[in-house]
């Protein structure tokens, strides 16, 4: 069973944020301090879930994980090229990364019937009022 991570993505207020400041730099590698323990569940189809004004908005699925040794080491997360936008998930600020289990993960955002997509900010009202 697959496990996912989850971090806060700092200075993008949408989705679109996030892919035009992406797309202005060539790596898709995460560097973070520590390497996760639960390594192996996420290069079983775990995937990065970001975090955008406070709501899970989407994810890029989890290729490899390497220790870099240096003066000070640090784990390198390469991640997918592709974005897939999901079903947005309200979620707390926190430093560093989380886990979250596959379980708990929000499901990906399904097109509507005219192959239109709901927009997010549709999606979290419905949710909100219990209709979704």
């Excluded at 290729?63 to 309200?90: D, K, R």
């Amino acid at each position: 069973m697959s496990v996912n991570l989850v971090k806060l993505c700092v200075g993008a207020d949408t989705v679109e944020d996030l892919l035009s400041w992406e797309a202005g730099h060539a790596t898709r590698t995460i560097h973070t301090r520590q390497t996760p323990k639960r390594a192996e569940e996420l290069l079983d189809g775990g995937s990065l879930f970001w975090v955008i004004k406070g709501v899970i908005l989407v994810r890029r699925p989890i290729l490899s994980i390497e220790t870099a040794e240096g003066a000070i080491p640090q784990c390198l997360i390469t991640v997918s090229t592709q974005h897939i936008l999901t079903e947005p998930h309200p979620r707390r600020a926190f430093q560093g990364w989380r886990y979250l289990e596959a379980k708990d993960s929000p499901k990906d955002l399904v097109m509507g019937d005219n192959g239109a997509e709901l927009p997010p900010e549709l999606v979290n009202a419905l949710r909100e009022a219990g209709a979704w």
